[in-house]
């Protein structure tokens, strides 16, 4: 029997606001622990919170890019339940009558496109954090936990997906999408790194062609693209493992832990059950009521979102769609394309494979983003240039790059110190293909008795002799002329 997997994704983000959710503290990050706390975010008797507008207003913004319908009338609940980094005992959250609805995201996949989407967008109030110490960070085998409350009541928006998901791929393609969308709104700036923006995925898998939906699981809290990737793979893989053979009672509803270094996901606690949190609404915040007039005038303050900017690029720069949707799945990647090509004033489309080639590569080895590297536009553009007016040639351009990218030196300052500029002279270029066919004579003959890639052989020499230095196109030329010729020397 064939199984499918049915994937929803639960993404919490922390909102880009100077404040806390219901206090006037500082959300700044990194600062020394417990340093950014008062009686209302603490849960002291008698505070009394007071909403964050802004915090609001980037919600509404968030749910109007992904399409969703925006509730006039929404009001903030408990959510009652006990955690040592939650000081209230309860968490400030929304219920019945979130902010947003109804949403969706369109993915290119590679060879297809699908709609996932958005059930609802909510916001609510971060918790604080646990340091435990000992036991590997986790909490089971350490000696004793540590609580840092700084966290505790920053503005938590909540994105939950429809079960539309249905690969690994595809959840991660969805996560990225939305981070994109989100950086381009400003509204957070979205760093799983730092954990302001988490994964929660939930998974079940059935029997491939029924609608009926198996028993689910939460992998709770994955903080990079790849361990949301590689979880879900696994779970699924453990769960349908578990279903060919029979062992029903491995798949309950519950919480588990993925492990990134075993790369294994393990029980965390059993799922608890929306009657299990007792939801009221808040007693000391009242409910928001919005204008139609305010929804559509922060419609109107929208930036371009990537799927527009993607056909801009299309139309704008004549990208490949496979081009356009890379370079627009980042803003960082975008912003980075468009300054290169103001300053490059040359062909975008070089510029662009510069980027989806060389440029990614080293990304991805380095486990970097764009803007974390010492590469700027200024850098890129002045390399074209280079290789544009003939100074180096692409070869040598590629063995420029990685310094370029590793010490952040112009290509200009390499060339020099390296003595790296390209022979163009046709004088030298014809002594050196002089000298490769008196070397080569067995591929002379092989390319006048009609094999062609002999001609590529003999190239491949003339380049070696010139250590990359040598214009391609002089020495085809010249070369191409003395093989026509019969003339050798």
Known sequence: ????????????????????????????????????????????????????????????????????????????????????????????????????????????????????????????????????????????????????????????????????????????????????????????????????????????????????????????????FRSLQRGLTYEIERQIKALKEGRLEEIVQETRHWDESRGVTSTLRTKEYAHDYRYFPDPDLVPMEFTVEYIEHLRSQLPELPDERKQRFIVEYSLPVHDASLLTSSKAMADFFEETVKLYKGDPKAVANWMLGDMSYYLNTEGLEIDETAVTPKHLAELLKLIDKGVISGKIAKEIFPEMFETGKLPQVIVEEKGMTQISDEGEIAKIVDLVLEENASAVEEYRSGKERAFGFLVGQAMRLTRGRGNPQLINKILREKLQSGISK
Do not use: W
């Not at 950014?36 to 603490?42: D, G, I, K, N, R």
């Not at 749910?63 to 319908?69: I, M, P, W």
């Not at 381009?184 to 700036?189: A, C, I, K, M, Y």
């Not at 979205?190 to 028993?215: F, H, Q, Y």
């Open 1 to 224: 029997m064939e199984y499918e997997s049915v994937i929803g994704l639960e993404i919490h983000v922390e909102l880009a606001t100077e404040s806390k959710m219901f206090c006037s503290c500082s959300t700044l990050f990194g600062e020394a622990p417990n340093t950014q706390t008062c009686p209302v975010c603490l849960g002291m008797p008698g505070s009394l919170p007071v909403a964050n507008a802004k915090a609001v207003e980037y919600v509404i913004k968030s749910g109007l890019a992904l399409g969703c319908d925006i509730n006039l009338y929404s009001l903030f609940h408990r959510k009652n339940y006990f955690y040592p980094d939650m000081p209230k005992n309860y968490q400030i959250s929304q219920y019945d009558q979130p902010l947003c609805i109804d949403g969706h995201i369109d993915l290119d996949m590679d060879d297809y496109q699908t709609r996932i989407g958005i059930t609802r967008i909510h916001l609510e109030e971060d918790t604080g954090k646990l340091i435990h110490v000992g036991g590997a960070g986790r909490i089971a085998g350490a000696e004793y936990s540590l609580v840092d409350f700084n966290r505790a009541g920053v503005p938590l928006m909540e994105i939950v997906s429809e079960p539309d998901i249905r690969t690994p791929e595809e959840a991660k393609a969805y996560a990225q999408k939305l981070r994109a969308i989100l950086l381009s709104l400003g509204v957070s700036d979205v760093s799983m790194e730092k954990g302001s923006m988490r994964v929660d995925a939930n998974v079940s898998v059935r029997p491939k062609g029924s609608t009926e939906l198996g028993i689910k699981t939460e992998l709770k809290n994955l903080n990079s």
